[in-house]
């Protein structure tokens, strides 16, 4: 543990609780979902009065026997989210004085987990439905739709068990979409509808012209990958006018792609899609709804702005383009207004996951030589230098700049020499991060300080399991520590991840209105445990997380509180052991202990058992995949 700053880091008297809620932005990223309380601790704030402090929440998980990593859901923020953006559409219509009627449903793509698609259909909205883009997810929307009225929107390409399974649903009294991919799924709708005697709802998913930038603007545009151009759209209507079935065709259909930071760009989208709906109304076809998709963006990175991790806007502009564009258009060509559906995944499920987990240690320094002016070395040159150094920030010199950059050439001029001894660059390190820290706390002066003044903080967890898009997309995500925030942060430290990969670790940080390659962190202590909040999770992370390393699914709980303010833990599922992930390799735990005990069969081992070390082989297999937070001794067989 690094304990050389201790003597010249002194907590800022003035800091406040209100810094630190500043400091990290959490109102920003947080939406009004999560606080700090006066005792320096995160909470969460799901809806109405209720504050769920998550150290709180750490102790009692403890109890129940779980470690970290935690993945902690709080279901009433999916259930508030989703009542959010249907209030903003109906608020919207009365603005606007129109008539239109808005059906939120939720591609379960982003997050499938059986609690999470329960909680968003039993939210408080007028209407709800789900969207799926596969036979899979067609079926796991089968298994949890409760309600006939639910809606459901079935996109993705197709085979003919597809489209049966979505016409079954039909039968069900479910208020089935297919959304059509590509012209050849019209030919089997047909012969399938024909032999069930059913008339299909046929939506068509249009490829627009307009791109909405971001990371995931390749749905849009005319080279998208999905979609129907003009001309399969007229080979479509062409074919239903032949079979007499037009009416068939209720719905268009687009979407422009993930987290859209521009608004102006998605209106000039929606734009777009409503003059294909114009034409093929035209034509004769009475569509019914326009299905705008997702995109509604997350600011995770605070920036109110239009960077690809933030968004320019808020949920209420968002469905004031939607509404005021659909009545404009409507309105001028004289066709009614349709009802709108929004596909908004991210925007709905983001906030209500996080993940809580330790940190297990930072670089570790040995305290070598607590005098620093007392060290004796045969690199003379260099340790008076360092001892002038040391003095000057002693004596509480403003300005040591251009000191500590000559011991530092210095330093490194010896060192690529082979002239300095091990226990000199340990002390020489020693000066420089007590330098560092100093220039830190006195100058506030981050341009002269290098990333060498930077300490590693190792975290209980797998970045590629748990926040997959920090490393395929660099993507931003508010991470902040969960107490000790009555206290000032003073330590710039790069969180790094358990798995033996260099791109295990979080480059990018968004906090103290910047964008910055570090995160100021406390100082860990030896007695205090730090623990971490990386939130906003709850849309794509747990679906894309990656084994690497074999690292498995961190456990995971919803969390509520009762009006007495008693925490309520559900849906409680411990994550993957090393049999799991073993599984997942096809390699059976059970090949392991026979390969090793024939192994132990031909050894001499004397002072330990066979018993002992197979015992120990099966707790390994049956236990959690990251770090035990209980020091667990060796299983001792008795001879
Ligand atoms: N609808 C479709 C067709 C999608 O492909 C996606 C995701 O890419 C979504 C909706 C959800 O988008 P978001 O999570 O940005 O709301």
Same mark, same amino acid.
């Given at each position: 543990?690094s304990?050389?700053?201790?003597?010249?880091i002194?907590?800022?008297?003035a800091?406040?609780?209100?810094?630190?809620?500043?400091?990290?932005?959490?109102?920003?990223?947080g939406?009004? /979902?999560?606080?700090v309380? @006066?005792?320096g &601790?995160v909470?969460?704030?799901?809806?109405?009065?209720?504050?769920i402090?998550?150290?709180k929440?750490?102790q009692?998980?403890?109890?129940?026997?779980?470690?970290y990593?935690l993945?902690?859901?709080f279901?009433?923020?999916?259930?508030?989210?989703?009542?959010?953006i #249907?209030?903003?559409?109906e608020?919207?219509?009365?603005?606007?004085? +129109?008539?239109?009627?808005?059906i939120?449903?939720?591609?379960?793509?982003? &997050?499938? !987990?059986?609690?999470?698609?329960?909680?968003?259909?039993s939210?408080?909205?007028?209407?709800?439905?789900?969207?799926?883009?596969?036979?899979?997810?067609?079926?796991?929307?089968?298994?949890?739709?409760?309600?006939?009225?639910h809606?459901l929107? +079935?996109?993705?390409?197709?085979?003919?068990?597809?489209?049966?399974?979505?016409? /079954?649903?039909?039968c069900?009294?479910?208020?089935?979409?297919?959304?059509i991919?590509?012209?050849?799924?019209?030919?089997?709708i047909? !012969?399938?509808?024909?032999?069930?005697?059913?008339?299909?709802?046929?939506?068509l998913?249009?490829?627009? &012209?307009?791109?909405?930038e971001?990371? =995931?603007q390749?749905?849009g $545009?005319?080279?998208?990958?999905?979609?129907?151009?003009?001309?399969?759209?007229?080979?479509?209507?062409?074919?239903?006018?032949?079979?007499?079935?037009?009416?068939?065709?209720?719905?268009i259909?687009?979407?422009? %792609?993930?987290?859209?930071?521009?608004?102006?760009? *998605?209106?000039i989208?929606?734009?777009?899609?409503?003059?294909?709906?114009?034409?093929?109304?035209?034509?004769?076809v009475?569509?019914? /709804?326009?299905?705008?998709?997702?995109?509604?963006?997350?600011?995770?990175?605070?920036?109110h702005?239009?960077?690809? *991790?933030?968004?320019?806007?808020?949920?209420?502009?968002?469905?004031?383009?939607?509404?005021?564009?659909?009545?404009?258009y409507?309105?001028?060509?004289g066709?009614?207004i349709?009802?709108v559906?929004?596909? @908004?995944?991210?925007?709905?499920?983001?906030?209500?996951?996080?993940?809580?987990?330790?940190?297990?240690?930072?670089r570790?320094?040995?305290?070598i030589?607590n005098?620093?002016?007392?060290?004796?070395?045969?690199?003379?040159?260099?340790?008076?230098l360092?001892r002038?150094?040391?003095?000057?920030v002693d004596? $509480?010199?403003?300005?040591?700049?251009s000191?500590?950059v000559?011991?530092?050439?210095?330093?490194?001029?010896?060192?690529?020499?082979?002239?300095v001894?091990?226990?000199?660059?340990? =002390?020489?390190e020693q000066?420089m991060?007590?330098?560092?820290?100093?220039?830190?706390?006195?100058?506030?002066?981050?341009?002269?300080?290098?990333?060498?003044?930077?300490e590693?903080?190792?975290?209980?967890?797998?970045?590629?399991?748990?926040?997959?898009?920090?490393? $395929?997309?660099?993507?931003? *995500?508010?991470?902040?520590?969960?107490n000790?925030?009555?206290?000032?942060?003073?330590?710039?430290?790069?969180?790094?991840?358990?798995?033996?990969?260099?791109?295990?670790?979080?480059?990018?940080?968004?906090?103290?209105?910047?964008?910055s #390659?570090?995160?100021t962190?406390?100082e860990?202590?030896? #007695?205090?445990?730090?623990?971490?909040?990386?939130?906003l999770? %709850?849309?794509?992370?747990?679906?894309l997380?990656?084994?690497?390393?074999?690292?498995?699914?961190?456990?995971?709980?919803?969390v509520?509180?009762?009006?007495?303010?008693?925490?309520? *833990?559900?849906?409680?599922?411990?994550?993957?052991?090393?049999?799991?992930?073993?599984?997942?390799?096809?390699l059976?735990?059970?090949?392991?202990?026979q +390969?090793?005990?024939?192994?132990?069969?031909?050894?001499?081992?004397?002072n330990?058992?066979?018993?002992?070390?197979?015992?120990?082989? @099966?707790?390994a297999?049956? %236990?959690?995949?990251?770090?035990?937070?209980?020091?667990?001794?060796?299983?001792?067989?008795k001879?």
């Amino acid at each position: 543990m690094s304990s050389s700053n201790k003597n010249i880091i002194k907590p800022n008297k003035a800091w406040c609780v209100d810094q630190a809620k500043e400091f990290y932005s959490i109102y920003e990223w947080g939406e009004g /979902y999560f606080d700090v309380n @006066n005792q320096g &601790n995160v909470v969460a704030t799901p809806g109405g009065d209720v504050k769920i402090d998550l150290v709180k929440v750490c102790q009692e998980v403890k109890r129940l026997g779980l470690s970290y990593p935690l993945l902690v859901r709080f279901p009433q923020i999916l259930q508030a989210r989703s009542k959010e953006i #249907d209030t903003a559409f109906e608020y919207s219509a009365k603005k606007y004085f +129109c008539s239109l009627t808005h059906i939120p449903c939720y591609p379960i793509k982003v &997050n499938q !987990q059986r609690t999470v698609v329960e909680h968003i259909l039993s939210s408080q909205c007028e209407s709800i439905g789900l969207e799926v883009g596969s036979k899979t997810e067609l079926l796991v929307a089968l298994g949890l739709i409760e309600e006939q009225t639910h809606v459901l929107v +079935c996109n993705g390409y197709k085979d003919r068990a597809y489209i049966r399974l979505a016409l /079954y649903a039909q039968c069900m009294g479910i208020n089935v979409f297919i959304v059509i991919e590509s012209p050849s799924e019209l030919s089997i709708i047909k !012969q399938e509808s024909e032999r069930l005697d059913l008339i299909p709802n046929i939506g068509l998913r249009l490829k627009l &012209n307009s791109v909405a930038e971001g990371n =995931w603007q390749n749905s849009g $545009g005319k080279d998208a990958k999905f979609g129907l151009d003009a001309k399969d759209i007229l080979f479509c209507l062409d074919k239903l006018t032949k079979w007499n079935c037009q009416t068939w065709l209720k719905l268009i259909h687009f979407h422009m %792609g993930s987290q859209i930071s521009k608004l102006n760009e *998605f209106a000039i989208g929606l734009r777009e899609a409503m003059h294909v709906y114009n034409e093929i109304y035209k034509l004769g076809v009475k569509l019914k /709804y326009i299905d705008v998709g997702g995109g509604l963006a997350i600011d995770y990175a605070s920036q109110h702005d239009a960077s690809y *991790f933030s968004r320019a806007y808020t949920i209420q502009e968002y469905a004031d383009v939607v509404v005021e564009n659909i009545k404009t258009y409507c309105d001028l060509h004289g066709i009614p207004i349709p009802t709108v559906l929004t596909e @908004n995944g991210r925007a709905i499920s983001a906030h209500h996951a996080m993940l809580i987990t330790n940190v297990v240690r930072v670089r570790e320094y040995e305290e070598i030589n607590n005098d620093i002016n007392a060290f004796q070395s045969d690199s003379d040159e260099l340790v008076s230098l360092g001892r002038q150094l040391n003095q000057l920030v002693d004596d $509480g010199v403003k300005d040591i700049r251009s000191h500590k950059v000559k011991f530092e050439l210095m330093l490194n001029e010896k060192l690529f020499r082979g002239e300095v001894d091990l226990e000199t660059k340990a =002390w020489a390190e020693q000066v420089m991060r007590k330098c560092e820290a100093y220039v830190m706390l006195h100058n506030h002066d981050k341009q002269h300080m290098s990333l060498s003044s930077v300490e590693n903080y190792y975290c209980n967890f797998s970045v590629f399991q748990s926040m997959p898009d920090v490393w $395929g997309l660099s993507q931003i *995500f508010p991470v902040m520590p969960l107490n000790r925030l009555e206290e000032e942060p003073l330590i710039r430290a790069l969180l790094h991840d358990l798995t033996c990969d260099s791109d295990g670790k979080i480059s990018r940080y968004a906090y103290n209105q910047t964008i910055s #390659d570090y995160l100021t962190l406390h100082e860990l202590s030896f #007695d205090d445990e730090y623990i971490l909040g990386f939130f906003l999770l %709850g849309a794509y992370q747990e679906v894309l997380g990656d084994m690497h390393n074999l690292f498995g699914d961190a456990h995971s709980i919803n969390v509520t509180q009762d009006e007495l303010g008693i925490l309520q *833990f559900s849906e409680i599922e411990i994550g993957d052991c090393v049999n799991e992930l073993l599984a997942s390799i096809h390699l059976e735990g059970s090949q392991i202990v026979q +390969c090793c005990n024939e192994r132990l069969q031909k050894s001499n081992t004397t002072n330990v058992t066979s018993e002992e070390i197979l015992e120990e082989i @099966n707790d390994a297999l049956y %236990g959690y995949t990251y770090l035990d937070s209980i020091d667990r001794p060796p299983h001792r067989i008795k001879r």
